[in-house]
């Protein structure tokens, strides 16, 4: 079925070190992407989004990509800092009949190691 | 600053005892959202309201009810708790309904059954 999915539950790096995150969705149709982080205890807090007119998206830290050709997602975090420690999911929102629904995906931990 | 306020933020309730949760918003948003997270799960959308307009996500169950007396407050029951059922409970806002604009979450509900 359609769905947004991330690669890898874990990632570890270094203070310091960029982040990547990544995100693969399966419905070629979608048309906005979204980044949310979570850090413990909290709901989720938007970080950017992209609209599928565009390739790249920067924000402050932070980029987001879309390859629309393999339906990748991904989040870059630059100088990746201990407040950076989160879940980050990514969810897709999917006009025509499901205005309001967000399609979420795993969502990665990403651990920042001192 | 305007937000999205839960309370309480951790609710302990006894087996088949009625619950309710209950989120405000100084946003002035027309569109309200529920969501029900598991550890380590992306949110999962019960219901929502666009104004007075209630719509409820055809999984959600019947034990799960909510209300919105007001443009500023909204009420998630839970009339019958079951184990399963312990989860933390976001709402969430939007300006308008459509797949362009931002969700704006609130800290979250940790509904604890015993």
């Known amino acids: 079925g359609e769905s947004v999915g991330l690669h890898l539950p874990t990632l570890s790096v270094q203070e310091g070190d960029n982040s990547i995150i990544n995100c693969a969705y399966s419905n070629s149709a979608s048309d906005y992407f979204i980044w949310y982080k979570q850090e413990s205890g909290k709901g989720p807090q938007f970080i950017i989004d992209i609209r599928s007119n565009m390739d790249k998206r920067q924000g402050q830290r932070v980029t987001v990509l879309l390859n629309k050709t393999v339906k990748h997602l991904s989040l870059q975090i630059a100088a990746t800092q201990p407040g950076d420690s989160a879940v980050y999911f990514c969810?897709?929102?999917?006009?025509?009949?499901?205005?309001?629904?967000?399609?979420w995906g795993a969502g990665t931990k990403l651990i920042i190691k001192p | 600053d305007a937000m999205v306020i839960q309370n309480p933020r951790y609710q302990v309730t006894q087996f088949g005892k009625p619950v309710t949760l209950s989120c405000s918003q100084t946003l002035n948003h027309n569109v309200m959202y529920w969501y029900q997270q598991k550890s380590s799960q992306a949110p999962k959308l019960l219901f929502h309201?666009?104004?007075?307009?209630?719509?409820n996500e055809a999984d959600t169950p019947d034990n799960f009810q909510s209300r919105r007396p007001n443009t500023s407050f909204c009420f998630l029951d839970i009339r019958s708790p079951g184990l399963g059922d312990a989860a933390m409970y976001l709402c969430?806002?939007?300006?308008?309904?459509?797949?362009?604009?931002?969700?704006?979450f609130g800290p979250g509900t940790r509904l604890t059954v015993t």
């Open positions: 969430a806002t939007s300006r308008e309904a459509g797949h362009l604009y931002e969700q704006y």
């Open positions: 969810a897709e929102n999917q006009d025509e009949d499901s205005n309001y629904q967000l399609i």
């Open positions: 309201y666009y104004d007075k307009d209630f719509n």
